[in-house]
């Protein structure tokens, strides 16, 4: 079953924010799935943040989170949410959990949650968030999230939340053969395009959607390690 996140409402209550968001960012840019619109509604996006940057928890705008990473502003986790198609009854793979708002807003629209997350200090922020808004349907591991989550496959659905030079074999070798989707930011690391990954059997079938920018998806398939920071949502 879905996680009933949020289970303690957040301080301030900042619904009347919420409601601006899905009013004013959402809804105007194609955002109408009832489902993903009420865990955008549900989930108190400040508690993610930096507590000196809860004030921007509700701007149309990412914000940073330490670390080099970001939180992703909300009309893009909306948008990979909808193009997702996340059912009750699937089990999602989440390649990067970031600081683990994107991680909330599935657990609250699907059975089962497997998130892996290169920086470890990221991963254990994240999971005592999710611990606190009683998500218990979500488990977290740190490691190279070019290669999945094999053990735990396959998956009704991958997301990405960091851009590739290609989708990792790995994930799509993953992916159930009955209809299974990924959705993940393909391109260089200036500009990408979101790109959805449908499996029957062993055919596959590509589609790009809207240009986006994600900073770079670190791995043995992705790119190179060098410094830099996987992206966080």
Not at 32 to 48: H, K, S, T
Not at 70 to 79: G, L
Not at 129 to 148: F, H, P, Q, S, Y
Request: net charge neutral; aromatic share 4%.
């Amino acid at each position: 079953m879905p996680s009933a996140i949020p289970r303690g409402e957040s301080r301030p209550n900042r619904r009347s924010e919420r409601l601006r968001m899905v009013d004013r960012q959402l809804r105007p840019r194609g955002v109408d799935d009832p489902q993903v619109l009420g865990a955008m509604l549900a989930i108190p996006r400040e508690r993610f943040l930096p507590a000196d940057a809860a004030r921007l928890a509700y701007k149309d705008r990412a914000v940073p989170l330490g670390e080099g990473q970001t939180i992703s502003q909300p009309f893009m986790v909306a948008a990979m949410t909808q193009v997702l198609h996340p059912r009750s009854t699937h089990r999602v793979l989440e390649i990067g959990t970031g600081s683990g708002y994107q991680t909330a807003v599935l657990a609250r629209l699907v059975a089962e949650v497997y998130s892996v997350e290169r920086l470890p200090g990221l991963a254990a922020a994240a999971r005592q968030r999710l611990d606190e808004l009683g998500a218990t349907n979500v488990v977290i591991r740190t490691g190279d999230g070019t290669l999945g989550w094999p053990e735990a496959a396959p998956f009704d659905r991958i997301l990405v939340t960091a851009a590739a030079p290609e989708i990792p074999s790995a994930l799509s070798e993953q992916l159930t053969p009955d209809g299974g989707r990924l959705v993940a930011p393909v391109g260089d690391r200036q500009l990408q395009r979101l790109t959805i990954l449908e499996r029957i059997g062993n055919q596959y079938r590509r589609t790009d959607s809207m240009e986006c920018r994600f900073v770079p998806l670190l791995g043995v398939d992705g790119w190179e390690i060098s410094g830099g920071a996987d992206a966080s949502h």
